[in-house]
Structures are given as C-alpha cells and as structure tokens.
C-alpha cells in the first residue's frame, strides 16, 4: 500500500530504467521518489497533471568549468554555487566543478572553494583538469602551468580538495603517468584519462591501472588511426570505460558522436564542458588564465582555431542526441543521468527515476524543452528552491 504522499506527477512520459511509462505517474514524498506507475495514479495525492510531458531525471554534468558568467576556478564559494544554480534551471541537478589548469596555488584555492560550494549538495565535488596534461595535447590549456605527474603535487591537491576531489584528468603517458593513476584510484579519484598522447598501448596499461574514464572522448587526444587507434579506440572497445561526449555538434561531428553512441553503449557520460559564457552571451570571457572569444555561441582561443569549452548546457545535450543523432530517449536520458552518477558512485541515490532515490526530476514538454526542474522534492524557481 503507498504512504501518504505530497504530490503526484501525473498523465507524463516517465523515462525510468525499463523504459518508458506512457499515461506514467511519479509521487513524491519529501525529497524521495515514493512511487512510480502507470495509468490511474494514486487517489490520496496532491497531483500536477502535466499533458503527456516528459518527467526525465535529474541531469549529472560530470565537466563543467562555469556558467551564467560564473567560474568554477574563482576560488569563491558563492560564485562556483552561482555556475552550478545557473545550470540547475538548465536540468543539471548534480554539478561536479571542473578546474582547469592555472598556477598550483590557484588550483588549491579553487578546490577549498569547492569543497565549501559542496555544502550543497547540487555541487557534488570537483574535478581537476590539469595539471598533469600532455603540452602537445593541451588544447586551452595554459602549458606554462602544466606539470609532470607528481605524488607531492597530487597530495598537496587532495589535501585542499579534503574529499570533495572526485575525478582527475591524467595523460598516463608523461614520466610517473601510470603511477599518478595508480594513486589517484587509491585515493577514492576516478581516473580520467585526456590531454593525452598516449597510443592504443599506453592507454590499454592506464586502464588495466585503474583508469575508468575517458575526458571528451577524441577531443584533446592522438587522432585515432586505423593501423593506431590511440587512446579513443581503447576507451571504445572498453566495457569498464566510461567516455565523455560533448554533444554540442561543435566538438565531435555528429556522425563521431553517433559512432561513440554505438561502440560504447551504456558507457557514454553527456557533459558540456561548458565556461562562465553559458548562458550570458557573445563576448570576450576567460577560462582559467587563458583568454577566450565567443562568437555565436562557439568558443575559441584567441586564434581563432583552439576550441576552449563550450556554451552548452545538459538539456541542449540530451536534445541534440535525440533530434540530430537519432538516439532513443532512454539511451539519452542514461547518458546525461544515470551513467554519470554511476561515475561518480551516486547512482544509489540520484540519476535514474526509482522508489527511493532522490526527487531530481525534470519536465521536458513535447519539443524537450526544459519545463520545470525539481531538487530534492522542490521546484526550482528563478535559481532558488521552493519547496512543496
């Protein structure tokens, strides 16, 4: 028999792990998911019918650098709070703060910020990209700041991050690269792998060290080649890799993103990458020491060339997979959700719509365009939480 619950969402499309339930119901009690149904929801409810809409979970961006014309490498806890509520009204419910690589003691500041900013719990921690990033495959990355793997270095890193650190891009093939990935896993860090030059070889050894993702998979790596697959063909043929898209029809042509889909299913984590443009508009930004230009949205070095992150957010993301790359919703909505929180070991809790888990919802109307966003059993309004 179902308890007493606060609200049913109510004659939805609700995309849960086995597919999706048309006329589906969800209620909601508290901040938990109580239920989940089909056809005549129940009767001792407060109810919000929603017209045949899409009820998603809450989206888990694992790479995001800013947004709203926030930076997540401020060092200030509210601006890195003020990113992630920008990308909450966009459906990401779980922000994990990603710091680009900048001089060492700005790395320590931004993570003590985040581990303050993580006292929320819609910021679930960082992720540092950088320092130990291969010069030849640095793409925005300023390589005056880059360094050689380093065990003092890192400790000095997870020391200020005080368990907030939660991924860490690593090239496994710089001197000590295999042995930093070694301690990063020991450490509780999933460890990513990107920036990287390494061949299909090297990439296979990181892994079998413990590597379980791939950062902006065939973005910022060794073309692949068919006598070379580099690190992308490893990570694809891998079922233990996870491997990031970045799905904004800039980085990957559609037809790669396709690709990736196919070879890894169930193994792709949608992420924006996205800067403190997001959201705010053409113009001059920086990202980390670097400057950077954007022009329609698409964001460059000064060259003109360099891509250097993005101005997309997760539900454009989930969008363009299924409306330009033809990818079921449910494998899109496991992409953007579920595969991310498994990432990041919060899968028990958010990621998937089930009894039990955390009411991180998102209403999607008819064009999956962003209808409402729910947090933890509240709406989100304006960037702030109202509850029931």
Not at 6 to 18: C, G, H, I
Not at 363 to 387: K, P, Q
């Amino acid at each position: 028999m179902l308890s007493p619950v606060m609200l049913v969402l109510a004659d939805a499309r609700v995309v849960t792990p086995t597919g999706v339930l048309d006329r589906g119901w969800v209620s909601i009690d508290g901040d938990r998911i109580d239920a989940v149904g089909a056809g005549v929801p129940p009767n001792d409810a407060k109810r919000r019918a929603l017209d045949g809409a899409w009820v998603v979970p809450g989206f888990v961006d694992l790479h995001v650098h800013g947004g709203g014309g926030h930076s997540m490498l401020s060092g200030d806890p509210a601006e890195i709070l003020a990113a992630a509520t920008f990308h909450r009204e966009h459906g990401t419910t779980r922000t994990l703060a990603s710091i680009v690589t900048a001089p060492l003691d700005e790395m320590l500041a931004a993570l003590r910020a985040v581990r303050e900013a993580a006292g929320d719990d819609h910021v679930v921690g960082a992720h540092l990209e950088g320092p130990f990033l291969n010069p030849l495959r640095a793409g925005a990355h300023d390589r005056r700041y880059l360094l050689d793997p380093d065990s003092t270095a890192f400790d000095q890193l997870a020391a200020a991050a005080d368990g907030c650190l939660r991924t860490m891009t690593i090239a496994p093939e710089l001197p000590a690269g295999l042995d930093l990935v070694r301690q990063a896993v020991d450490a509780g860090v999933v460890a990513a792998l990107g920036h990287s030059d390494a061949d299909h070889a090297g990439a296979a050894a990181a892994f079998d060290a413990g590597a379980r993702l791939v950062t902006h998979l065939f973005n910022g790596m060794r073309p692949s080649h068919h006598r070379e697959p580099g690190l992308a063909g490893a990570a694809l043929e891998r079922p233990d890799v996870v491997c990031e898209v970045i799905n904004d029809g800039a980085h990957l042509h559609d037809a790669t993103s396709r690709m990736a889909f196919a070879a890894a299913a169930g193994r792709i984590a949608l992420v924006t990458d996205a800067i403190a443009a997001a959201g705010a508009g053409d113009g001059s930004y920086r990202l980390g020491p670097a400057a950077v230009q954007v022009r329609d949205g698409a964001v460059h070095l000064s060259d003109g060339e360099t891509l250097a992150g993005s101005t997309l957010t997760m539900d454009r993301a989930l969008r363009r997979a299924v409306r330009d790359l033809g990818v079921p919703i449910t494998v899109a909505v496991e992409a953007a959700s579920t595969t991310p929180a498994r990432v990041l070991g919060i899968a028990d809790r958010v990621g998937s719509i089930e009894p039990g888990k955390q009411a991180d919802l998102v209403v999607l109307d008819a064009d999956l365009e962003v209808d409402s966003v729910m947090a933890g059993g509240g709406w989100i309004v304006s960037g702030r939480l109202f509850h029931i």
